[in-house]
Each structure stands twice: as C-alpha cells, then as structure tokens.
C-alpha cells in the first residue's frame, strides 16, 4: 500500500499530481509503474 492509502485511491492521486505536473511517470510499466518529482522540484532540492 501506498501511505496506507488503498491502491485506487493512491492510483488517483498520483494521477492527480502528474496531471499537476508535480510528478512524472518514471517507468510506464503496467506492474512496475514508478514515479519521480518533476525537473522543476527536484531543481528545488539541489
């Protein structure tokens, strides 16, 4: 689980914040989907 967040609802909010631009989808896998901070974030954290 994701934050203890059930999978739909993980699955909508991560959609949710790469529609927002705050995450991009670093792996497209159906099973193996991962996610990473947008350029612009992780400029903000260098």
């Given at each position: 689980?994701f934050?203890n967040?059930k999978?739909?609802?993980?699955?909508?909010?991560?959609?949710?914040?790469?529609?927002?631009?705050?995450?991009?989808?670093?792996?497209p896998?159906l099973?193996?989907?991962?996610?990473?901070?947008?350029?612009h974030y992780?400029?903000?954290?260098?």
């Amino acid at each position: 689980m994701f934050f203890n967040y059930k999978p739909r609802s993980a699955t909508a909010i991560l959609s949710r914040w790469v529609n927002e631009g705050f995450l991009v989808v670093h792996d497209p896998g159906l099973r193996t989907r991962s996610y990473a901070l947008a350029e612009h974030y992780r400029k903000l954290l260098d």
